[in-house]
């Protein structure tokens, strides 16, 4: 559930970029920390790159001016794709609004893309969260490789639900803040 502070008139969302490990998650807030203006990005905290960490996510804090005098501050995290974080994943996912499932083009990555997906929906529920109705936007990236999946068939084979999908170059931040765009209206209801 977003957190509402009405004397400071301000909201803040939680949303999660989930997908598999090297997908272009990372990649993505990384794109939107070094294009949005100083004053309405935070500190970019990216956890992944350390050895021996027990915590893997990184996080990105927004501040996005909304149509009716209040303020949205939009708490952005990457949830680690693999199985052997958990802690991480959970930690993440716990009051999360919305996600952005980043699924990656490769051919050789379609399994990985299905497992991370089933993990995504494990994860929620465990959390005490539905699958079927949480505020969810994909993300097709690496659309610039020789031979991506066809994007139909990544919509098959993933997006079951039939949520906005954008196909994304997120290390040229082609798609990018379509896709942010697409799961901030959805989680504020701004359609
Ligand atoms: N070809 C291609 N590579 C990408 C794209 N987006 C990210 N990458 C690369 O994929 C690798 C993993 O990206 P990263 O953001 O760290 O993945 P994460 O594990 O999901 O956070 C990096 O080498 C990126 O440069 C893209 O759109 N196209
Ligand atoms: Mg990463």
Same mark, same amino acid.
């Given at each position: 559930?977003?957190?509402?502070?009405?004397?400071?008139?301000?909201?803040?969302?939680?949303?999660?970029?989930?997908?598999?490990?090297?997908? &272009?998650?990372?990649?993505?807030?990384?794109?939107?920390?070094?294009? $949005?203006?100083g004053r309405q990005v935070?500190? #970019?905290?990216?956890?992944?790159?350390?050895?021996?960490?027990?915590?893997?996510?990184?996080?990105?804090?927004?501040?996005?001016? $909304?149509?009716?005098?209040?303020?949205?501050?939009?708490? $952005?995290?990457?949830?680690?794709?693999?199985?052997?974080?958990?802690?991480?994943?959970?930690?993440?996912?716990?009051?999360?609004?919305g996600i952005v499932f980043?699924?990656?083009?490769?051919?050789?990555? +379609?399994?990985?893309?299905?497992?991370?997906?089933?993990?995504? %929906?494990?994860?929620? %529920?465990?959390?005490?969260?539905?699958? +079927?109705?949480?505020?969810?936007?994909?993300?097709?990236?690496?659309?610039?490789?020789?031979?991506?999946?066809?994007?139909?068939?990544?919509?098959?084979?993933?997006?079951?639900?039939?949520?906005?999908?954008?196909?994304?170059?997120?290390?040229? &931040?082609?798609?990018? #803040?379509?896709?942010?765009?697409?799961?901030?209206?959805?989680?504020? &209801?701004?359609?």
């Amino acid at each position: 559930m977003p957190i509402h502070n009405e004397s400071a008139r301000e909201i803040v969302y939680k949303i999660a970029y989930h997908g598999p490990g090297m997908c &272009g998650k990372t990649t993505n807030l990384r794109f939107i920390y070094n294009t $949005l203006p100083g004053r309405q990005v935070g500190r #970019f905290l990216v956890l992944d790159t350390a050895v021996e960490r027990t915590l893997y996510y990184d996080f990105l804090p927004l501040v996005i001016p $909304l149509d009716d005098g209040y303020t949205a501050r939009i708490h $952005l995290y990457t949830v680690p794709g693999q199985a052997y974080y958990d802690a991480s994943r959970r930690l993440v996912l716990r009051g999360v609004d919305g996600i952005v499932f980043v699924a990656d083009s490769h051919p050789d990555r +379609s399994q990985d893309n299905k497992d991370s997906l089933a993990m995504l %929906k494990k994860d929620l %529920k465990e959390s005490g969260l539905d699958y +079927s109705s949480i505020p969810l936007i994909m993300q097709w990236n690496k659309r610039d490789l020789p031979s991506p999946v066809p994007e139909n068939e990544l919509a098959a084979a993933l997006n079951e639900r039939a949520v906005p999908a954008f196909p994304a170059v997120a290390r040229d &931040g082609a798609g990018v #803040f379509e896709t942010l765009s697409g799961i901030v209206d959805a989680v504020t &209801g701004s359609t």
